[in-house]
């Protein structure tokens, strides 16, 4: 029997609830029952569904409609101008099927589309319609409409469909901007005429280029200072836009001032009348002036002008030429304010600076014009080999009476006077080396080269060709910078090469030799490029190599001690280059060894500087007077034929300082005991003794035994 009272949190009503025009739920309770002692707990109790406490929305629907585009330019008949209409949903219900109706008041009534979806409230939805005006649209001034929307508003919850929401009319009017216009195009026949009395008709075509209807249409032509009298005709008015009225003068008679003035020239303007908007009528529409339909009155304007030179003929930059023209005048009125222009052609320059006598010049007449100072010949002139220009006269024909003054004069252009000047190309090439002086092969020499522009064109493309003179070589590749060319005349350019490695046959030669030629590209006249200049041989920058021959020998002997006389000995020689030139026929004297006796491997062979021969001899034998010396010592002297140098010279033999007594040395050892007998009967003191007989066997053991003893205590020198 007892009650409970639950509450739940706010809720926000929703658009949804708004459109449905109440908020409706459904509520039930549930509770727990106690469970049973020694049972299960029951299944919940859960009430029955209670549907009251319904909220009632109130519903609020409005619609409302503005002009948001209408037609703002200048249209024309058969433009397609857009209207475009805001709706604003001012209701608190979604709108749908949004329509919006438009009624003209002035104007048509038009067809308008709106988007399909639905319209929150708040919200805005754009709808459009378009329309095709016509002239008297245009005209009018304006065009007037009434517009309004509608929409469907939701169907309640359980209810029936509502009326269709209508917002208030709302009326609008759309101005439409006159731009009245007016062109006129004058024609006259003839276009030409050629003297006093001739008769010209005019016609004037006036054209509608605005977007309204004009009415009253007139043309005024001011012609001679006296306005023609010009009709236009009433048919074909009023005159819609695009449309087109020709209206007529008189003939006209030409005059002697006319045949003076060069052309007959005039200026006419059209008007016209617009609508009237609002029952106010507008000024006038004028048109600009046409000064079409010139009439030319034949005249004969005409210069001519011949240029001369002196001299006709240069070599240099920096020579001077003057310059005159004479100016005649080749046509049929009299001409003022005569000038020459002289436009240099390229690359002479700037144009001369020509002054021309201030007196008119008549028909037939001449006048002569000079140029202020002479033109000195430029580089570029010379490199192009001739300076040319074009020279122009000009003059004022006489000015129309009352009207603008005619363009100049301009006479053909004179090539006349034409300055030639000889190309004389030229080059020349020293070359230095560094060092001037070497003395060994494997030294290095640098090499450059200065090349100097000795002609009167500009020189390009230099180059420089070393052609070592053998056996030097070969030579290294000449680098010209680029900087520095082309070339001027009187100008030079340092070229240069990889340096030179002095060889062994340089050294021989005595020096290195090189022959030098440079060569460069003239400047194309004519559009033919010349051949190549190239200089004249340059001989300059030889390298001196210091000559210094020298031989050197040892001597070595085998074996290098003897005891008897009767010994051989074995002798060779090592002959050594010490010099710095090539040698050949390498020659060894020994005072021991008879010259046949001594060969020396390739002795006919070049022998390079370090570089060793080895002669050899046959066996020498000892002599008993080498064993009284107790040695066996020579002099030994060694000579060659150096190479013969680049003059053709040949030198003489070098020939090696007698070589020490110190070097191939053979000690000869001999028993102090037996020194004196063995000197008379030179047998040696090693030879077993031997031979029949009892006393001599006896006598040889003892003495052998006596010469061992002695041999093992004597000293191992020479005496």
């Not at 580089?379 to 363009?407: K, N």
Request: net charge positive.
């Amino acid at each position: 029997g007892g009650t409970l009272t639950c509450t739940a949190g706010s809720y926000v009503v929703t658009q949804a609830d708004v459109d449905q025009g109440r908020i409706e739920g459904r509520a039930s309770a549930s509770g727990q029952a106690p469970t049973p002692a020694g049972g299960t707990a029951p299944i919940r109790t859960t009430s029955e569904t209670s549907s009251s406490g319904v909220v009632t929305v109130t519903q609020t629907k409005g619609l409302s409609v503005v002009w948001g585009a209408a037609p703002t330019a200048a249209p024309r008949a058969g433009d397609r101008v857009s209207y475009s209409f805001v709706v604003t949903n001012t209701g608190n219900v979604t709108m749908s099927e949004v329509r919006v109706e438009y009624a003209g008041v002035s104007g048509p009534s038009l067809n308008v589309v709106c988007p399909t979806q639905s319209l929150a409230p708040g919200g805005t939805l754009t709808c459009t319609g378009s329309y095709t005006m016509t002239q008297d649209d245009v005209d009018g001034g304006r065009v007037s409409g009434a517009v309004r929307a509608s929409g469907q508003a939701p169907t309640p919850a359980g209810g029936t469909a509502p009326a269709r929401t209508v917002s208030q009319v709302i009326t609008g009017t759309a101005v439409i901007t006159h731009s009245p216009g007016l062109s006129i195009v004058k024609s006259a026949a003839p276009a030409t005429v050629s003297r006093v009395g001739e008769s010209v008709s005019y016609s004037f075509v006036v054209t509608n280029n605005g977007n309204v209807t004009m009415s009253d249409i007139r043309v005024v032509d001011n012609l001679a200072d006296s306005a023609l009298t010009v009709t236009c005709p009433a048919t074909g008015q009023p005159l819609a836009p695009g449309g087109t009225l020709t209206c007529t003068a008189a003939a006209y008679a030409v005059t002697q001032a006319d045949a003076d003035r060069g052309r007959i020239a005039s200026t006419a303007v059209a008007s016209g009348r617009a609508p009237a908007v609002g029952g106010l009528d507008p000024e006038r529409t004028v048109s600009e002036g046409s000064s079409s339909g010139v009439v030319t009155v034949t005249q004969t304007r005409g210069l001519s002008v011949v240029r001369s030179a002196a001299p006709v003929t240069a070599s240099r930059a920096g020579d001077r030429v003057s310059y005159s023209f004479v100016v005649t005048n080749t046509g049929n009125v009299t001409m003022s304010d005569v000038r020459v222009v002289d436009e240099l052609v390229a690359p002479a320059g700037p144009a001369l600076n020509v002054t021309c006598p201030t007196q008119s010049l008549a028909p037939g007449a001449t006048l002569t014009c000079t140029a202020a100072g002479p033109y000195v010949v430029k580089q570029a002139d010379v490199d192009r080999g001739r300076v040319e220009s074009r020279a122009v006269a000009s003059g004022q024909g006489p000015t129309p009476a009352g009207g603008t003054t005619p363009e100049r004069t301009v006479s053909e252009g004179s090539s006349s006077g034409t300055v030639t000047i000889a190309h004389t190309p030229g080059l020349s090439v020293v070359k230095s080396a560094t060092p001037a002086r070497v003395s060994r092969a494997g030294e290095s020499a640098s090499y450059s080269f200065v090349v100097t522009n000795t002609g009167n064109v500009t020189m390009s493309d230099i180059r420089v060709v070393h052609e070592l003179v053998a056996p030097a070589g070969p030579a290294s590749a000449v680098v010209c910078p680029a900087a520095g060319q082309p070339l001027a005349p009187g100008a030079t350019l340092r070229c240069t090469t990889a340096p030179h490695a002095v060889r062994q046959a340089d050294v021989d030669r005595g020096r290195v030799v090189g022959h030098t030629v440079a060569s460069g590209q003239a400047p194309t006249v004519g559009g033919v490029a010349p051949e190549r200049t190239v200089s004249e041989r340059s001989s300059s920058g030889t390298v001196t190599a210091a000559r210094a021959p020298g031989l050197s020998v040892v001597k070595s002997a085998t074996p290098t001690r003897v005891s008897r006389a009767g010994d051989r000995v074995s002798y060779s020689f090592v002959v050594t280059n010490t010099g710095n030139v090539t040698m050949s026929d390498i020659r060894v004297v020994d005072d021991l060894v008879a010259p046949a006796g001594l060969a020396c491997s390739a002795a006919s062979q070049t022998l390079a500087p370090g570089d060793t021969l080895t002669c050899a001899a046959g066996q020498y034998v000892v002599t008993q007077a080498d064993v009284r010396r107790g040695r066996i010592a020579g002099t030994t002297k060694v000579s060659g034929q150096p190479v013969t140098p680049a003059d053709g010279a040949v030198p003489s033999r070098t020939v090696a300082e007698p070589s020490s007594a110190d070097t191939g040395v053979v000690e000869v050892i001999v028993p102090k005991s037996a020194a004196s007998g063995l000197a008379r009967t030179g047998v040696s003191p090693l030879i077993p003794f031997g031979g029949a007989g009892v006393l001599m066997l006896l006598g040889g053991v003892i003495l052998l035994i006596a010469r061992r003893r002695q041999a093992a205590s004597a000293p191992h020198t020479t005496t």
